[in-house]
Structure formats: structure tokens, C-alpha cells
């Protein structure tokens, strides 16, 4: 098991309410759910292995139990959008790669999954390449699905465990928390600066080039 792996499941308490979120948090770090690691987060847990790998098995979507290939493709089937042609998008895709969805190309180069719904259907149809979603796709940039690739997948870098943010079985009270969230806001607005620009960096913002344009305006904040 990586050191990274072991690193991140320190940080979640030894009880079973923690299974799903721990067997999210090591796929995000490797991308599937290999026997080992399955072993790994039901002993952290405290559960049989066999219960982990039932959660895994039965989990509505996101959890894998097969290696993916270098590079995940996973096309979004939501009600919002099949109307809007992911039907057609996902058909153009197997029939480009050569293979059924949830299949892996024969080199072992991609592979094709659905995704029940990315939630982002207000951009409906959406293609999810290597982690990033692509909002709004045409049948002409479905085609050209490569151009969208990362050189690396986002869980073959290194990761540091510190990352993830500590969990704790017993939370603070809540008027103790919302004092606490009250003074950082007040901090923050102390330290505002003059001018801000704001952008929308969520799913949907990301989807339409949120990400390209943050790092444009920190170039131009730069000269």
C-alpha cells in the first residue's frame, strides 16, 4: 500500500461510519479500488472486507474496482444530458475507440465510463476528460476528445495527506462554530483589498473555462 494511501487513512477515525468517504478519498489518490486497498480501509474501519467490498460494488457511482487506463473518459447520462444528445455523443465515442462503455482500450491507453449525473445541467451535455468537465459539448468537440487529455491523471501525482482536511468523530457546537465562521469572515473583510475580481470557480464555472481565466487574470495582476 503507498505511503500516501496509509498517510490519509490516519485521518479518519477507526469507525465504520467512515467507510464511504474513506474509500473515496484513497480512490482519489489512485484512482481505483484495488483488493489491497479495500483491505486496508476495512481494517482502518473496522469492518469485514467483505462489507467494503459490497460498498463498493453496490455505491450508484463513482467507485471502481477495475484499473482504468492512462486516460478516464466519463460521459455524463443524467436526464438533462441524454435530451440534450449524450446518447449521440456516447455512441460517437465507442464507435471511435472501438469499445463498449465501461470498457478499456486493448493498449490500455483509455477508458470509457457514464457518469449517472456530474450535476451540472444547466451546461448539459457534459464530458468529464482526466477529472475536468467540459460543459456544452458539440458532436464536432466530442471528435476531437484528445485535445482535452492532461499530460498526467490528477491521481498519479504525488500527493501529500495534508491535503485532505482533518475529520473528528465529535464536531464543535454549533453556536461555537458559527461564532468561529462568523470572525473569520470578519477577518477577511479587514483584510479585503481595494479591488477584487470574482470568479465563479465552481462545477459549472469550471466547465466553461473558470480555471483558464483565474490563472489569464493572475498573469495580468503579475506585470
Known sequence: M???VRS???RFPNERTWLLP????VQEIEGWLSPEALTAVAEHVRVPSSEASAIATDFDDGLRLIKPGSHLIRICTGRSCWLTGARDHLRVLEDHLGIACGR???EGRITLEEANCLSVCSLAPVLEVDGACHGRVTSAAVERFPMW???RRAWHVDVDASD???VHAEGQRAQQRLEDLRAQAEARMRGRPEFRFLVQGGTCGEALGAGEL???LRLMAAM
Do not use: I
Request: proline residues 5%; glycine residues 0%; charged residues 25%.
Open 2 to 4: 503507498d505511503d500516501a
Open 8 to 10: 490519509l487513512l490516519e
Open 22 to 25: 474513506a474509500l473515496q478519498a
Open 104 to 106: 478499456t482500450t486493448s
Open 149 to 151: 487529455f492532461r499530460t
Open 164 to 166: 485532505f482536511p482533518e
Open 214 to 216: 483565474v490563472r489569464a
